[in-house]
C-alpha cells in the first residue's frame, strides 16, 4: 500500500515552455501533499505544501507564478514549471501524506527535468 | 539554517559490517523523527521512523536509536549488504504551529557497502 506515482518520469523540453508534473497517490487519498526539487548529490528542498481544495503554500524563494501547484482532488496535485529556463533543470519529487494527523510520508519515483 | 544535521557525509563499510549513521536536532516540538532511502534516479523510501516516547525501534536490519536529552537520533544497519548502498536522509518533524507535518532533512549520506 501507500504507493505514489509521478508522471511523467523524465521529461525535455525547450527553454520557455511550460511543462506539467502530475502526483497521484494509487491507493490512498491524500489530503496534503509536497513538493520538492534536488539537485544532484544534495537534499530534498521543499518547494510547496499543498492541500486539497486550497491554494498551496509555499516556502521562502520559490516563485509561485512560476511553479503552479494545483491539488484539484484527494489523490491528484500538478506542478506546472511555466517559462522554464535552463536553471529550472533539476529533478522534481513529490510526497503525499494520508490524513492530517499521520505522519508517514509516501514519495513518488521523481520526475526529471531538463530545459535546453 | 539547517534545523537537522546529519553526519557523516559518506561512509564505506565493508559486507558484513555496521553501518552507523548520526542526526543531530535543535527544534524540541519535533516529534517524528524518519529515515529514508534513495537510490540514484528514485524517490525516497520510507525505512523506518521513531518518535520520542521510544530509546530504540528495530525492524529488520535497522534499528533507530534515540536519545531525547541529547536530541540525537542514529540508524544502524547491521550486516549490511552491497544492495545497501544508496543515500540515507534523516528528518523531523512537528505538528505544531504552521509547519503542520512538514519534513526537515538532513543533508544525506551516501552509503558504500564493499563486498
Known amino acids: 500500500g501507500a504507493v505514489v506515482s509521478q508522471h511523467p518520469s523524465r521529461v525535455i523540453c525547450k527553454s520557455g515552455t511550460s511543462v506539467k508534473i502530475e502526483c497521484r497517490s494509487l491507493?490512498?487519498?491524500?489530503?496534503?501533499m509536497f513538493w520538492y526539487r534536488q539537485f544532484p548529490k544534495q537534499s530534498l528542498m521543499l518547494m510547496a505544501t499543498?492541500?486539497?481544495?486550497?491554494?498551496?503554500?509555499?516556502e521562502q524563494g520559490v516563485e509561485k507564478d512560476k511553479f503552479l501547484i494545483n491539488h484539484a482532488s484527494l489523490t491528484l496535485s500538478t506542478l506546472t514549471v511555466t517559462s522554464a529556463h535552463p536553471e529550472d533543470s533539476s529533478f522534481y519529487i513529490c510526497s503525499a501524506t494520508p490524513g492530517r494527523y499521520l505522519r508517514e510520508q509516501y514519495f513518488g519515483p521523481g520526475t526529471r527535468l531538463t530545459v535546453t | 539554517q539547517q534545523q537537522v544535521k546529519q553526519s557523516p557525509q559518506s561512509l564505506i563499510v565493508q559486507k558484513g559490517g555496521i553501518s552507523i549513521i548520526n542526526c543531530a536536532y535543535e527544534n524540541t516540538a519535533f516529534d517524528y523523527f524518519p529515515w529514508y532511502q534513495q537510490f540514484p534516479g528514485k524517490g525516497p523510501a520510507l525505512l523506518i521512523a521513531i518518535r520520542p516516547d521510544v530509546s530504540e525501534k528495530k525492524e529488520g536490519r535497522f534499528t533507530i536509536s534515540f536519545n531525547k536529552s541529547a536530541k540525537q537520533f542514529s540508524l544502524h544497519i547491521m550486516d549490511s549488504q552491497p544492495g545497501d548502498s544508496a543515500t540515507y536522509f534523516c528528518?523531523?518533524?512537528?505538528?505544531?504551529?504552521?509547519?503542520?507535518?512538514?519534513?526537515?532533512f538532513g543533508r544525506g549520506t551516501q552509503l558504500t557497502v564493499w563486498p
Open positions: 491507493d490512498f487519498q491524500a489530503t496534503t
Open positions: 528528518a523531523a518533524s512537528s505538528l505544531m504551529g504552521s509547519t503542520l507535518g512538514r519534513l526537515y
Open positions: 499543498s492541500n486539497e481544495g486550497s491554494k498551496a503554500t509555499y
